[in-house]
T-cell receptor, first 112, second 114 residues
Framework: AQRVTQPEKLLSVFKGAPVELKCNYS??????LFWYVQYSRQRLQLLLR??SRESIKGFTADLNKGETSFHLKKPFAQEEDSAMYYC??????????????FGQGTILTVHP | ETGVTQSPTHLIKTRGQQVTLRCSSQ?????VSWYQQALGQGPQFIFQ???????GRGNFPPRFSGLQFPNYSSELNVNALELDDSALYLC?????????????FGPGTRLTVL
């Protein structure tokens, strides 16, 4: 069965410090991985996906198949990055193609 | 802001009752998924509809059922409500097989079962 694990429920850093939100997964196949973000009083929205290999709002994430990880990183955190972050894995095929399996989420707080 | 809307925003029911939640997908999206998000947890996949047919189901009992309509709106129905059904219910729509195939989430319906 596929699973996504985010080991930290809470993460606090100071503005300007590097931040890394951890995500590990298990999936018998070629995974599609995503990071979603939910800012206060806003809906869940896509932050980035591994196949795009892009940087959004200064965040990057590299898929490491050997370690089955997809950690989210930003070199210099900003106060506006404070939010709930979810790592998610998507079924690439089969009857539930497109189904997202989410981790439990990490609340990131960036202090001034 | 995406075009996915959900109604109602909040709902209070008692055990044993039935509830219908509604979702209006983004225009042109042919796939809608429903998720249950309990407090402090990540969203859990309930089921998915593609072109009005159920196309995948998570680990939820049959009393959770759904419909998708030709105009891409959809419903989630829950019968015989239990206390543990209290959660935020999210719908997400996407255009399957499109180049980006991104899921867009609605704001959710907060269901409280007393």
């Amino acid at each position: 069965a596929q699973r996504v694990t985010q080991p930290e429920k809470l993460l606090s850093v100071f503005k300007g410090a590097p931040v890394e939100l951890k995500c590990n997964y298990s999936y018998s196949g070629s995974p599609e991985l995503f990071w979603y973000v939910q800012y206060s009083r806003q809906r869940l929205q896509l932050l980035l996906r591994h196949i795009s290999r892009e940087s959004i709002k200064g965040f990057t994430a590299d898929l490491n198949k050997g370690e089955t990880s997809f950690h989210l990183k930003k070199p210099f955190a900003q106060e506006e990055d404070s939010a709930m972050y979810y790592c998610a894995l998507r079924n690439a095929g089969g009857t539930s193609y497109g189904k997202l399996t989410f981790g439990q989420g990490t609340i990131l707080t960036v202090h001034p | 802001e995406t075009g996915v809307t959900q109604s109602p925003t909040h709902l209070i029911k008692t055990r044993g009752q039935q509830v219908t939640l509604r979702c209006s997908s983004q225009s042109g999206h042919n796939t809608v998924s429903w998720y249950q998000q309990a407090l402090g947890q990540g969203p859990q996949f309930i089921f998915q509809y593609y072109r009005e047919e159920e196309n995948g189901r998570g680990n939820f009992p049959p009393r959770f059922s759904g419909l998708q309509f030709p105009n891409y709106s959809s419903e989630l129905n829950v019968n015989a409500l239990e206390l543990d059904d209290s959660a935020l219910y999210l719908c997400a729509s996407r255009l399957r097989d499109s180049r980006t195939d991104t899921q867009y989430f609605g704001p959710g319906t907060r269901l409280t079962v007393l």
